[in-house]
Structure formats: structure tokens, C-alpha cells
């Protein structure tokens, strides 16, 4: 499957494997979670960049304890309308994670700018997009909903924008 990084379609050099498969020597793997609770200890001691596929269903802080070890974290969006790959995304982030941050599965133009914002950097992109859309989708917008490190410098926060010119606001009593 194509992988789009930096706007420019990339191969990818990593194995996926599931959690009975035949473990390689050297090369970069991604795991599933559950795998990579099973075997920490021998995936860590090999040769090669270490990644983990995280569901949607788990929490953040159960991959924390991982994160220095880990070069790649795979989140799945399973339909356009599931955001909890976003939410995990941010908080890998905010604990400070500085790997790769994956998107895969129903990954669509419309959404990668969000994606972009909260700290994907790498989106299994299929074939159904020309690169061009999602090279033009990633400059779609310059000005981002939240406040964030994850923001390229291109963009300006929309309340920044907004208050440029006045003053602080202050809050009014209200009746009642």
C-alpha cells in the first residue's frame, strides 16, 4: 500500500507481522499490541526499528511505558467518522513520543490536514487518490483549530487570528 510522508509517496521498509508469526533476525518490524506485551523483552534485544500496530479501544497510557523503545506506532481509522485514532495521536504526543506516528485505513484527503495537526506524520493512503489530491488536500488549510506543538509553521491558530487586534476579553456579570 502507498505510504505518503513529507507530501512525497515513500516505500515502506516495514515488516508487519501478526502475533504467531515467524520473527526475522533483522529489519524493521510492527507488532500488535498484544505481541508486543507478550514479547517486550526479546523484540527489544533485536537489530532493527521496533513498531506496534495500537487499537482504538486501548488507552494511551498503556503504550507510555513503550514509547522510548518505540520508532513507529500504527493507529487505525476504521471509518471516517471515528476519531479516537486523533485522540490517541495527541496523547502520544503530549507524553512526548517523537517517532512515527501512522494512519491507516479509512484515511481520506478531506481529513489529513486534522491529521497533520494532531501528530500523524505517516498515512497508508491506498490507491483510490491520486498524489496530486493529497498533495493539494495537505495545503488546504493555514489556520488550525487547536493550540499545539504538532502545527507546521505554515499555520496560525484561528483564535490568534481572530484576536490579533483586540483586546483582551474580558468577562462580563451576567443577570441572575
Do not use: C
Not at 494512519?103 to 491506498?126: H, S
Amino acid at each position: 500500500m502507498p505510504l505518503l510522508k513529507n507530501n512525497a509517496l515513500v516505500s515502506d521498509t516495514w515488516l508487519v507481522l501478526g502475533n504467531d508469526d515467524v520473527l526475522p533476525a533483522t529489519g524493521d518490524v510492527i507488532v500488535p499490541f498484544a505481541r508486543l506485551l507478550r514479547d517486550f523483552e526479546s523484540l527489544s534485544r533485536r537489530s532493527g526499528k521496533l513498531g506496534v500496530v495500537f487499537a482504538n479501544v486501548d488507552r494511551a497510557e498503556t503504550l507510555a511505558t513503550f514509547l522510548p523503545r518505540l520508532s513507529a506506532v500504527v493507529l487505525h481509522f476504521s471509518a471516517f467518522n471515528d476519531g479516537r485514532a486523533y485522540s490517541l495521536a495527541r496523547q502520544l504526543r503530549e507524553f512526548g513520543y517523537r517517532g512515527e506516528i501512522r494512519a491507516t485505513g479509512n484515511v481520506l484527503p478531506d481529513q489529513l490536514q486534522f491529521m497533520l495537526q494532531v501528530g500523524f506524520d505517516a498515512f497508508e493512503i491506498g490507491d483510490r487518490f491520486p498524489l496530486q489530491v493529497w498533495q493539494a488536500a495537505s495545503k488546504q488549510m493555514s489556520l488550525a483549530y487547536q493550540r499545539g506543538l504538532f502545527r507546521r509553521s505554515a499555520e496560525s491558530e484561528i483564535w490568534t487570528e481572530r484576536h490579533t487586534d483586540a483586546e483582551p476579553w474580558l468577562e462580563q456579570p451576567h443577570a441572575g
